[in-house]
Each structure stands twice: as C-alpha cells, then as structure tokens.
C-alpha cells in the first residue's frame, strides 16, 4: 500500500524566516497531494492542495511543488509568523484507497 | 452548517467494554471516513465509505467495525476495547471519493482505554 515519508519531524524557524517540509510517497498512481494544518488540540484543516497534472501552486505566502518522477512533493511558507506555529501533515491519495498522511512536522515560529 | 459532529469527546473505558463512536455530516458529502491520531504516528486510517452503502477497510482496521447508516452518518465501534486503543479518533467526509478532495473533520473524539 501507499507509504507517505515526511521530514523533518521538528522544525523550528525564526519570525520571517522561510519553512521546507517535504514528503515522500511511494504508489505512482498517487494523483492528488494535499496539506494540512492542525493547531494544538484543534481540527485538521486543509491549507493547500496540489494535483499530479500540476508542478507548483501558490496562495500568498504558501506554496507546494510536486515532482510526479521523484514521488516527492514540498511545502514552502515564506516569511513566516508565530501564527505559522503548528503541526502540518502532508497526504496523498493512491488508487484504491483514500487518502494517506504522512506522521506530521512539528513547525514552531519565534519571534 | 454544523459541520461534522462526532460524538462523544470524551469516552473512558475499561479493557473488554464495547461501544459506538457516532459521526454526523450536514454538508451532503459522499464520502466519509475514520481515523485515528497518535502521537507521533500522523492521521491513519481506519475504515471510510466512499458512498452510501459502501465500507472498505483502511491502514488500521483490526478491532473495529463500522456502519454507513444513511448519507449523513458513519459510526465506529469498539466490540471489545484495548489499551492500544486509546487514541484521538477523527471523524471526516468529502464530497469527492476517497479522499480526493478537501476533508473536513469533526472535533475529534478522544477515548482512553484502561
């Protein structure tokens, strides 16, 4: 079945400094790539999607590129604010199943 | 619009209970799923529906069971709970099969298994 890498597991960045994480998957069938956002003891939300027909997608300060021949796909935040801080879980959806998530980074943003 | 509602949040129980994990969606969505969040382990999967009528097992679906009553409800249940069982269960649904769309989950749901 699908196997969805994530790294790194911690991720601790300055107010105004840039955030990668990035994910791993293993079923090349895996069409659709999306992440999410969980504040401590709240829901997931997702924040931002990607599908394999597309290599990049934007939506202002966040970002995520996918590379379909490398299973592996990213999530960029750019000038980043405490209100970054939390745990971000990236996915994907193989065929025959639903959807997957990798085991979560922990981003913390100091001010 | 509710949402999802997953009840209860808070269940206790002693190794060998059983019970029933209930989730409700308001928002006409197809599909449905359970999972289950530990630390350090992510969001895996347990069970999902892809539409009414329809149940197929996911990452982790030893020691449960599930029902798709109707479009809007998707229980879980615990016939015979375990310590390893204690976890936070999230409830979601998706108007996009299997999960191939945004996932929009409930509160969560959080048992201890004594």
């Known amino acids: 079945g699908e196997n969805v890498e994530q790294h790194p597991s911690t991720l601790s960045v300055q107010e105004g400094d840039s955030a990668v994480i990035k994910c791993t998957y293993s079923?090349?069938?895996?069409?659709?790539f999306p992440w999410y956002k969980q504040e401590l003891g709240k829901r997931p939300q997702l924040i931002i999607d990607?599908?394999?027909?597309?290599g990049e997608k934007k939506d202002q300060r966040i970002a995520v590129t996918l590379n379909k021949t490398a299973k592996h796909f990213s999530l960029h935040i750019t000038e980043t604010q405490p209100e970054d801080s939390a745990v971000y879980f990236c996915?994907?959806?193989?065929?025959?199943?639903?959807?997957?998530f990798g085991k979560g980074t922990t981003l913390s943003v100091s001010s | 619009n509710a949402g999802v509602t997953q009840t209860p949040k808070f269940q206790v129980l002693k190794t060998g209970q059983s019970m029933t994990l209930q989730c409700a969606q308001d928002?006409?969505?197809?599909?449905m799923y359970w999972y289950r969040q530990d630390p350090g382990m992510g969001l895996r999967l347990i069970y999902y529906?892809?539409?009414?009528?329809?149940?197929d097992k996911g990452e982790v679906p030893n020691g449960y069971n599930v029902s798709r009553l109707n479009k809007r409800e998707f229980s879980l249940r615990l016939e015979s709970a375990a310590p390893s069982q204690t976890s936070v269960y999230f409830c979601?649904?998706?108007?996009?099969?299997?999960?191939?769309?945004?996932?929009?989950f409930g509160e969560g749901s959080r048992l201890t298994v004594l």
């Open positions: 979601a649904s998706s108007e996009v099969g299997q999960g191939n769309g945004e996932l929009f």
């Open positions: 928002m006409n969505h197809n599909s």
């Open positions: 990607i599908r394999s027909n597309v």
């Open positions: 079923d090349s069938a895996s069409n659709y």
């Open positions: 529906s892809a539409s009414e009528g329809t149940t």
């Open positions: 996915a994907a959806t193989p065929a025959g199943t639903a959807l997957i």
